[in-house]
T-cell receptor, first 111, second 117 residues
Framework: SQKIEQNSEALNIQEGKTATLTCNYT??????LQWYRQDPGRGPVFLLL?????KEKRKERLKVTFDTTLKQSLFHITASQPADSATYLC??????????FGKGTRLSVIA | DTGVSQNPRHKITKRGQNVTFRCDPI?????LYWYRQTLGQGPEFLTY????????KSRLLSDRFSAERPKGSFSTLEIQRTEQGDSAMYLC???????????????FGNGTRLTVT
């Protein structure tokens, strides 16, 4: 079956370092991926969309890559700050479902 | 853009009771989505609408779950004969139609947390 997987449940990094989160997809090739941020008790907030023909997308300190050979998207936060601590979700279309989400990776940036 | 509004924020109910949640989307968005989220998991897709048409409902968890969007504006999600396993956060989102062939970003509300005792 088609799957979107975020295998790291949690990631702890020091302030100022680059955080790298991974999203893998299996048994299909989505035309695009989206990344969202979710804070406790709140709904997810859209961050970036990357299409399969785009290798990389940037927005301020955020960068997303899409590797169709590895079937993987990487999400980077450079110069991380404690305020970046949150759960980050990747999502992609699958079958008749407009957007299927991964389980998310909980990022903790330690001062 | 006043954001997606969900009511109530919290609902506690006894097993076997029916519950209904309301979602008011961003006014110019024609698509509306319902997701369910349990602790430590990502949002799980339930159903979605384009205007008043329900385009996909096979992912609704059982026939106890139903959703409506009668006039293409607000939507309701009803759970009949609630069970303890229905306890979760129910999220609503809205979006414009597709954006250059891609799913437009979803704008989520802050959810309704359901607790079934």
């Amino acid at each position: 079956s088609q799957k979107i997987e975020q295998n790291s449940e949690a990631l702890n990094i020091q302030e100022g370092k680059t955080a790298t989160l991974t999203c893998n997809y299996t048994n299909y090739s989505p035309a695009y991926l989206q990344w969202y941020r979710q804070d406790p008790g709140r709904g997810p907030v859209f961050l970036l969309l990357i299409r399969e023909n785009e290798k990389e997308k940037r927005k301020e300190r955020l960068k997303v890559t899409f590797d169709t050979t590895l079937k993987q998207s990487l999400f980077h936060i450079t110069a991380s700050q404690p305020a970046d601590s949150a759960t980050y979700l990747c999502a992609a279309p699958s079958g008749n479902t407009p957007l299927v989400f991964g389980k998310g990776t909980r990022l903790s940036v330690i001062a | 853009d006043t954001g997606v509004s969900q009511n109530p924020r919290h609902k506690i109910t006894k097993r076997g009771q029916n519950v209904t949640f309301r979602c008011d989307p961003i006014s110019e968005h024609n698509r509306l989505y319902w997701y369910r989220q349990t602790l430590g998991q990502g949002p799980e897709f339930l159903t979605y609408f384009q205007n008043e048409a329900q385009l996909e409902k096979s992912r609704l968890l059982s026939d106890r779950f139903s959703a409506e969007r009668p006039k293409g504006s607000f939507s309701t999600l009803e759970i009949q004969r609630t069970e303890q396993g229905d306890s979760a956060m129910y999220l609503c989102a809205s979006s414009r139609d597709t954006l250059f062939g891609s799913q437009s970003p979803l704008h989520f509300g802050n959810g309704t947390r359901l607790t079934v005792t």
